[in-house]
């Protein structure tokens, strides 16, 4: 079992920042760390990801540019720094971890993802 700890949403003017951290437990070198976000009616998708070991970095085109996944080895934590915020950025964001990330996983997939992280909301007033 892996537990998954996040922090760091709010409310905040369009146009503003916010960083959402995600601690893990444990994590592999083949693991994979991703976000995803939840609007109210709107089924969950997929926002960024980080593949551990390469550090190689995915992200959904909507944020591409505004936002940025990063991560703190030692820590087994995940950042996503989260700029020009927009209203339809408000969600529920959710971290989550792959595990055993296998080759040819797409790592935007909910399914591909073992383990989540109780959400946090993020709010983004016009």
């Known amino acids: 079992q892996v537990q998954l700890v996040e922090s760091g949403g709010g409310l905040v003017q369009a146009g503003g920042s916010l960083r959402l951290s995600c601690a893990a437990s444990?994590?592999?070198?083949?693991?994979?760390m991703g976000w995803f976000r939840q609007a109210p009616g709107k089924e969950r998708e997929f926002v960024a990801a980080?593949?551990?070991?390469?550090?190689?970095?995915y992200y959904t085109v909507s944020v591409k540019g505004r936002f940025t996944i990063s991560r703190d080895n030692a820590k087994n934590t995940v950042y996503l720094q989260m700029n020009s915020l927009k209203p339809e950025d408000t969600a529920v964001y959710y971290c989550a971890t792959d595990m055993y990330a296998r080759s040819g996983s797409s790592h935007t997939e909910s399914d591909e993802y073992d383990f989540w992280g109780q959400g946090t909301q993020v709010t983004v007033s016009s």
């Open positions: 980080f593949k551990w070991n390469s550090g190689t970095t």
């Open positions: 444990r994590l592999f070198s083949n693991s994979v």
